[in-house]
């Protein structure tokens, strides 16, 4: 009766272990996904906005051209400083990767400072082209012609000194600017 319990038993775990093999060796037809890039929101109480202002004289009409000159400030470490035409870029999504392709107007511009140290200048001057790294967007938007209400989003990707893509900084405001001369 031994023989025939430990014969039992050695098919039992035989039939279990050939179950799991199959279970193992499945091949998953997806690859697994890539990881998303490192990203600093800028929303955290350690980044809070604690300056929104916009250069008003720009603001003024000229030959029908609008324009954007726009410094936020977060939580007195990160530094942006933002300009673009107001009438071509008004409501627009603003693809940083690309130059200008229209000539009227100003053309875009943004600089990043980190802690009284520049992070990155970039333009998109069609001429002479510094566009930001894949994924660099901004959104500007003047809620009403008469107020200094705007609704601002950006993703700034950029590479460091030595090339390396650095992880992106994002942000949104959406309020009453600071007139600043």
Not at 46 to 64: D, F, P, S, V, W
Not at 118 to 140: C, D, Q, W
Not at 159 to 181: C, F, N, R
């Amino acid at each position: 009766m031994k023989t025939f319990s430990l014969s039992a038993r050695m098919l039992c775990l035989l039939l279990a272990t050939s179950s799991l093999i199959p279970a193992c060796s499945k091949h998953d037809p997806e690859p697994a996904p890539e990881p998303e890039p490192e990203v600093y929101v800028l929303t955290a109480p350690a980044y809070e906005l604690t300056k929104a202002e916009i250069n008003a004289r720009n603001l003024i009409q000229n030959e029908g051209q609008v324009n954007y000159d726009i410094y936020l400030t977060y939580g007195d470490i990160y530094k942006f400083h933002i300009e673009l035409s107001g009438t071509k870029h008004d409501g627009e999504v603003v693809d940083l990767t690309q130059p200008e392709e229209d000539a009227a107007g100003w053309y875009w511009y943004v600089e990043g400072i980190y802690r009284a140290k520049e992070l990155f200048e970039h333009y998109g001057r069609k001429s002479n082209p510094n566009v930001m790294a894949p994924g660099s967007t901004l959104y500007i938007k003047r809620l009403s012609e008469d107020s200094l209400d705007f609704e601002i989003r950006f993703k700034f990707v950029y590479k460091d000194g030595d090339g390396i893509v650095q992880p992106a900084l994002e942000g949104s405001y959406k309020g009453t600017l600071k007139e600043i001369d």
